[in-house]
C-alpha cells in the first residue's frame, strides 16, 4: 500500500483538522508537539503522511499530487483557482467574505463608482466587484491587518474575512455586503481521487459521519 499525503493548513485550522481525524482513528502524534521544527510526519500502521503548509500552499500541494488530500479554507480555494476536487465541507472555520468598510463608504457601492478596494483575496474581490457587481474598481493587494486600508486612506473598502466582527467594531467599520459564507474544506487531487478511490472515499465517508453528528449536537 502507498502512503497517502495530507496537506493541513497551519494556524488556526490545524488544530481542528488534528481533532478531526483523531475521531475518524487517524492519530499523529508527532504532530502535537508545538516545539518541534520537523515537518512531515508518518503514521506507518495507516500508511499516511501529514505536513503543514501555509494556506495558500495548500492547493499547490494538491493539484500537483505532491498531496493527495488538503485541508483548507474555502476563501483560499476559491483565491488560488486550482484544479482540485472540494469533496466536503468539514464545517469548523466558518466566517463570511464580505466588502466592508466605514458607513460613509457605502454609496459608492450602490452607484457603481471607480473606488479602490484593499484586500488579501484580489481574485476573489475582482470576482465579486466585475462579475457580479458589473463595478470597475482599483485593486490593492495587501498581506494582513487589512482593515487599516481605509482608516489610513489607502482605500475606500476592504474585502476581507469576517468571523466574530470584532475587528471591524474595534476600528469603526461595518460589513456592507456579503460575498459568501466560508468555512475549511477537504480537497483531493484528480488522480489521486482515480487512484486510490476505495482508501479517499472510505475517509471521505468516515468524516462526513462525525461532521454531520457535529452539526446535529449544534442545533
Ligand atoms: C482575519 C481577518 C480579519 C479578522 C477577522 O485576520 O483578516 O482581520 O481575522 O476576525 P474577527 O471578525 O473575529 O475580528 P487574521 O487575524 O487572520 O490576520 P491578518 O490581519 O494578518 O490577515
Redesign the pocket.
Known sequence: MRYLTFALTKGRLAYKTLELLEQVGITCEEMKDKSSRKLIFVNEEKKLRFFLAKGPDVPTYVEYGAADIGIVGKDTIMEEGRKLYEVLDLGYGACRMCVCGPESARPFLNHGQLIRVAT?YPNIAKDYFYNRKNQTVELIKLN????LAPIVGLSEVIV?????????RENGLQVLEEICPLSARMVVNPVSMKMENERITGLIQALKQIVSREQRSVK
Open positions: 488579501k494582513g491587518s487589512i482593515e476581507d474575512i469576517v468571523e466574530t466582527g470584532s475587528t471591524l
